[in-house]
Every structure is written in structure tokens, then in C-alpha cells.
Nanobody
Framework: QVQLVESGGGLVQAGGSLRLSCGAS????????RGWYRQAPGKQRDLVAI??????EKYADSVKGRFTISTDNPKKVYLQMNSLKPEDTATYYC???????????WGQGTQVTVSS
């Protein structure tokens, strides 16, 4: 059984930084894209950043130049968040896609709150 666990969320003042981490346990047969999504109260879950197996990165326009996705292990992914804004406040979820299983695994989410 695959489980993803996020950590690193918290409360930070505007302009501050946080680093989110996500680790996967269990067997993922064919890891494809790994990414971060976020969901604010009353809103849909949106893509923040994705990293492909080849290392290509894709970002939402709202975070370009401020957030960086990275990895040092097939079962880990990180999100460095700088120059945080109140509008970045949301629950952040990591997600791993498994091509062989045709499924996406999600973490339980970590709360990020940015105060003005």
C-alpha cells in the first residue's frame, strides 16, 4: 500500500519562506510525474508545480520565480516556497503518478498559512 506523507507546513509572515517535503512508502512500480497541488477553503485543488522523471519542471503562473520543486530520490519531492504571500495560504498536497497502476497517489495535506 502506497502512502505519501507531507511535512513542513506552518504559519509564516508574508515575505517568508517554507520548505515542504513529501516522502512515499510502499511500492510504486512506475513513478511518473510528481507534484504539488494546493486547495484553499471553498476553492478547487490547483496545480502548483510538477517535476517529470526527466527533471523538467512546470509551475503555476502564480508561483513562478518564487517556488521551486526538487527531488533527490524517486520517492521524495520537495517544494521550496519563497516570498510567500497571503494568497498562498492553502492546504498543500503532494501527488505521485504511477503509470503501471494507472493511478495517482495523494498525501494527506499540510497546511500553509501566510499572514499579512
Amino acid at each position: 500500500q502506497v502512502q505519501l506523507v507531507e511535512s513542513g507546513g506552518g504559519l509564516v509572515q508574508a515575505g517568508g519562506s517554507l520548505r515542504l517535503s513529501c516522502g512515499a512508502s510502499g511500492t510504486i512500480f512506475s513513478i511518473n510525474d510528481r507534484g504539488w497541488y494546493r486547495q484553499a477553503p471553498g476553492k478547487q485543488r490547483d496545480l502548483v508545480a510538477i517535476i517529470t522523471p526527466g527533471g523538467s519542471e512546470k509551475y503555476a503562473d502564480s508561483v513562478k520565480g518564487r517556488f521551486t520543486i526538487s527531488t533527490d530520490n524517486p520517492k521524495k519531492v520537495y517544494l521550496q516556497m519563497n516570498s510567500l504571500k497571503p494568497e498562498d495560504t492553502a492546504t498543500y498536497y503532494c501527488a505521485f503518478s504511477d503509470l503501471s497502476a494507472h493511478t495517482i497517489y495523494w498525501g494527506q495535506g499540510t497546511q500553509v498559512t501566510v499572514s499579512s
